[in-house]
């Protein structure tokens, strides 16, 4: 009844060709944003930061990354983990050899010096595809995390081998360090996924995604359409782990303060970023941020659940939240191959002829 | 002779043995690609539940009995019985069958006509789904595997090796038993594709599904089969690497090396599942001799993904795969 574009007249093409069509849709972007930005900062505390908000925004962040290269440029990377370690460990670097620096742009050169990474892993992609390119980003994946463990320059040397982020501000705020407000984290998350979720929008949009999305479809086919193959891919693979980077980075440097390559990064990283992407859909905006949300709050509830109130050991918790996330995965394989966001598309066509459907 | 060279020899050595151990992990996946064209990123943790379930029937315990004991506040945990050896073997055969059946009649009905990278990525959920099945059927501890094979130092061979160069090699008795069920493995293997009618039928539905229907194979027959072949591999290869290293979860993070295996091999050749193991074997274990104590050491975390990404770079199907086409 209210979901409708009838009354809204476009009369230019940039209103037509806008990301929310719909009035209500574009009501409720801006009323998002609102609350986000300027209700909620005033009612966080520690508990909804650290086990919701500041994974979830990172988590976000590393899924549109992937979902650039696996949803939209159709190149498979299981090397999530250890391109989010070259993040983590750049900024650390910057942080430590430049203290004087605004650490927004040690976050943002970290996401530089993982896009020149994440190139240089991904060139083989020209020859290598698939299957076969899913299992040569293991090679990133491994290697990076064994440099990060064995290479004492990377941890500065220190006893435990671990990587500590010192205190640094934003604004004269602090924002990473163990003395951080949970505003104060969540404001920095915060604007990052926004910026990137902005820019990955526009890309996915625009030539550049129109070419990455004709490699996925049918690679060959592009390259006689005209697209050039060797720029698609390698740019597909540096704005991905230009995205994976800062994620890397946010989450080392605001949200643990602390990390260890192989426990951080480790492969499981990977994974839990690729199901983000698949469970989110592929080749979505919305669906990257629905993974995101589904594969954070899926174990905080079921934790708080199984171990909060039923009392259950946290061992068997865990057990079987890795039974539901991979029964999860197969099941939405089967059913829906594009994930919630495709779930939310058919919502939307429901809503638009609701509530007479003829 | 220099010393060097000796240590360099008796590295090679154990290299191939313990490429044997990852061939036998690549044996699984080349069988189940070629039959159906689905990579099995989970034959890894197949191993894993394999061996898991061998344990656990071996020695009397109670499946779920964590869970059960959670929900019912009881203290069970074994049935108070240890089963025969061979028992015991065909028992996690039997599981082994029952879970490709599961597979097929669950995940893979539903699934067909779809993209490959879609079976990958579910593959991919199947190996998350038993990262938690396995430990809670069968508890998270890590499992002492003995089904009585030989272990230890092999005396023969240092004797002899010190008789010739005045340095005794050490190889394991357990690895030189693996080399020869691997052997006697993929022989039985190649037996069963030349000379059974199952066997062709197998080869028929590699070669050409729609034609293998068209001439009255069930292709789901066929699947369950494959699967529960590559469940029996997986079954061997759990043995070999349970006996060398106890059973555990993590078990299955090494077998995942099986996979530059193959793509060195070349997916669809079993020889070059074997040799592309070997390569990896004695190439990761050289690299960690000659280069390892340089660079910090532990390198086969990721020397042999490497390899076989430089590798693919000059030849990207493979030592022995098929040639790709591709056409618009």
Not at chain 2, 224 to 245: N, Q, T
Request: one cysteine or more.
């Amino acid at each position: 009844m209210f979901y409708r574009e009838a009354g809204d007249f476009k009369t230019s093409y940039r209103d037509d060709n806008q990301t929310f069509p719909i009035r209500l849709d574009r009501a409720g972007y801006w009323i998002a944003l609102f609350v986000a930005f300027c209700v909620i900062p005033f009612f966080v505390n520690d508990y909804w930061v650290n086990s919701i908000f500041a994974p979830f925004f990172i988590y976000a962040i590393a899924a549109l990354g992937l979902n650039i290269l696996t949803g939209y440029a159709g190149q498979v990377s299981l090397g999530t983990g250890g391109f989010m370690a070259v993040g983590a460990y750049a900024c650390y670097k910057l942080m430590v050899a430049f203290p004087e620096i605004n650490i927004v742009f040690h976050v943002l050169i970290a996401g530089g010096i993982t896009a020149a990474v994440g190139v240089a892993f991904g060139l083989p992609s020209l020859r290598i595809k698939g299957f076969y390119l899913a299992v040569a980003t293991l090679a990133a994946q491994f290697f990076l995390v064994w440099l990060f463990n064995k290479v004492a320059w990377f941890y500065n040397y220190s006893a435990s081998g671990q990587i500590n982020a010192p205190e640094r501000t934003v604004f004269g705020v602090i924002v990473t360090g163990p003395n951080t407000e949970a505003w104060a984290k969540y404001m920095i998350c915060l604007v990052f996924l926004v910026g990137v979720a902005w820019v990955a929008r526009n890309l996915t949009r625009g030539m550049t995604g129109r070419k990455w999305m004709g490699i996925r479809d049918m690679d060959i086919a592009a390259e006689i359409i005209g697209v050039n193959p060797l720029m698609a891919k390698m740019s597909a693979f540096a704005v991905s782990s230009f995205f994976v980077g800062i994620a890397g980075a946010l989450f080392f440097a605001v949200y643990l303060g602390a990390a260890e390559a192989g426990e951080s990064f480790g492969i499981t990283k990977s994974f839990l970023v690729l199901f983000m992407v698949i469970i989110g859909g592929l080749g979505s905006i919305f669906g990257s941020f629905a993974g995101a949300a589904f594969m954070v709050l899926m174990p905080v509830l079921l934790k708080n659940l199984l171990v909060g109130t039923m009392g259950w050991p946290t061992e068997i918790a865990a057990e079987l939240e890795f039974i539901i996330v991979g029964g999860l995965i197969v099941i939405f394989l089967i059913l829906e191959p594009h994930g919630l966001a495709q779930l939310w598309r058919l919502t939307k066509e429901k809503l638009r002829l609701w509530p007479f459907p003829h | 002779m220099p010393e060097q060279l000796l240590f360099a020899m008796e590295v090679t050595l154990n290299g191939l043995m313990a490429g044997v151990l990852y061939a036998l992990v690549a044996l699984g996946f080349v069988l189940i690609f070629k039959a159906s064209g689905i990579f099995n990123f989970a034959q890894g943790m197949l191993v894993v539940f394999a061996a898991m379930t061998l344990v656990g029937v071996q020695t009397g315990q109670i499946p779920f009995a964590h869970l059960i004991n959670t929900i019912f506040g009881t203290k069970i945990h074994h049935f108070g019985w240890t089963v025969p050896t061979i028992l015991a073997i065909i028992v996690a055969g039997a599981a082994m069958v029952f879970v490709a059946w599961v597979i097929e009649k669950y995940i893979l009905q539903h699934l067909i006509g779809q993209p490959d990278i879609i079976l990958f990525m579910a593959t991919i959920g199947m190996w998350y789904f038993m990262h938690g099945f396995a430990p809670l059927m069968w508890g998270s501890e890590v499992m002492k595997l003995d089904v009585g094979l030989a272990q230890g130092i092999n005396e023969t061979i240092d004797t002899t090796t010190y008789g010739w160069f005045g340095y005794g090699f050490f190889i394991d008795n357990l690895d030189i038993v693996a080399a020869i069920v691997a052997a006697l493995l993929v022989t039985a293997l190649v037996l069963f594709s030349q000379y059974t009618k199952q066997g062709r039928a197998l080869r028929a539905v590699a070669d050409d599904h729609s034609a293998a229907l068209s001439v009255g194979i069930s292709l789901r027959f066929i699947w369950v089969l494959v699967w529960s072949i590559a469940g029996f591999v997986a079954l061997v290869a759990g043995i070999m690497w349970g006996s060398k290293s106890g059973v555990q979860i993590s078990l299955a993070e090494v077998a995942l090396k099986a996979l530059p295996v193959l793509m060195l091999g070349g997916f669809t050749s079993i020889p070059g599942a074997i040799i592309g193991g070997l390569i990896i074997g004695v190439g990761e274990q050289l690299f960690e001799f000659a280069i390892g104590p340089l660079v910090g050491g532990a390198t086969q975390a990721w020397f042999a993904y490497v390899l076989a990404l430089v590798f693919l770079i000059f030849r990207p199907q493979g030592l022995f795969g098929e040639k790709i086409i591709e056409r618009v």
